[in-house]
T-cell receptor
Framework: AAGVIQSPRHLIKEKRETATLKCYPIPRHDTVYWYQQGPGQDPQFLISFYEKMQSDKGSIPDRFSAQQFSDYHSELNMSSLELGDSALYFC???????????FGPGTRLTVL | AQSVTQPDIHITVSEGASLELRCNYSYGATPYLFWYVQSPGQGLQLLLKYFSGDTLVQGIKGFEAEFKRSQSSFNLRKPSVHWSDAAEYFCAVGPLGGSARQLTFGSGTQLTVLP
């Protein structure tokens, strides 16, 4: 069965650069969530979208923005990267707000 | 506010031994409870979930968990651990329906399996 796809799987950037992470949900899933997991930390909710509209916002820095497109894929845009942004970024998708969340493999971002 | 506590940061068991990972939650309403497993370099995989009905739920890979409302606990168990179970395990709580859509995760329990 198709799963959540995230690209790239690994990304290395320098401080003050920008990065864009992409998430392709499971087909027919209309809800996308972004989580950030720092080294040795538990995943922290960043933001979510339902039917292309932002539905919830967590601890997402102002330097980050995200959107969900007409094909339901989502992109997380990160600007003015800091060393502390180095983390594993997970995307999850679900069918509807109460549906089971299926997680992607994550994008590992390293900021040098 | 909802919160999840996993009191054991690291657990080591021998292969074939039984396993119990603890999870306590704080939630103001009926919770939706999950256990996820994360292998090194991998995404989170759902092991099992509970939101109503039988308080003992069965999951994949031989895992089960028991919801105890009186103790606000949702401990994960496995009768006989395999070496491939070595991973990090996260307990999570979310709202049952409602408008909020995020999960709150515990800090994880790292499981080491000795041969």
């Amino acid at each position: 069965a198709a799963g959540v796809i995230q690209s790239p799987r690994h990304l290395i950037k320098e401080k003050r650069e920008t990065a864009t992470l992409k998430c392709y949900p499971i087909p027919r899933h209309d809800t996308v969530y972004w989580y950030q997991q720092g080294p040795g930390q538990d995943p922290q909710f960043l933001i979510s979208f339902y039917e292309k509209m932002q539905s919830d916002k967590g601890s997402i820095p102002d330097r980050f923005s995200a959107q969900q497109f007409s094909d339901y894929h989502s992109e997380l845009n990160m600007s003015s990267l800091e060393l502390g942004d180095s983390a594993l970024y997970f995307c999850a998708s679900s069918l509807g707000a109460g549906g089971l969340k299926y997680f992607g493999p994550g994008t590992r971002l390293t900021v040098l | 506010a909802q919160s999840v506590t996993q009191p054991d940061i690291h657990i080591t068991v021998s292969e074939g031994a039984s396993l119990e990972l603890r999870c306590n939650y704080s939630y103001g309403a009926t919770p939706y409870l999950f256990w996820y497993v994360q292998s090194p370099g991998q995404g989170l995989q759902l092991l099992l979930k509970y939101f109503s009905g039988d308080t003992l739920v069965q999951g994949i890979k031989g895992f089960e968990a028991e919801f105890k409302r009186s103790q606000s606990s949702f401990n994960l168990r496995k009768p006989s651990v395999h070496w491939s179970d070595a991973a990090e395990y996260f307990c999570a709580v979310g709202p049952l329906g409602g408008s909020a859509r995020q999960l709150t995760f515990g800090s994880g329990t790292q499981l080491t399996v000795l041969p």
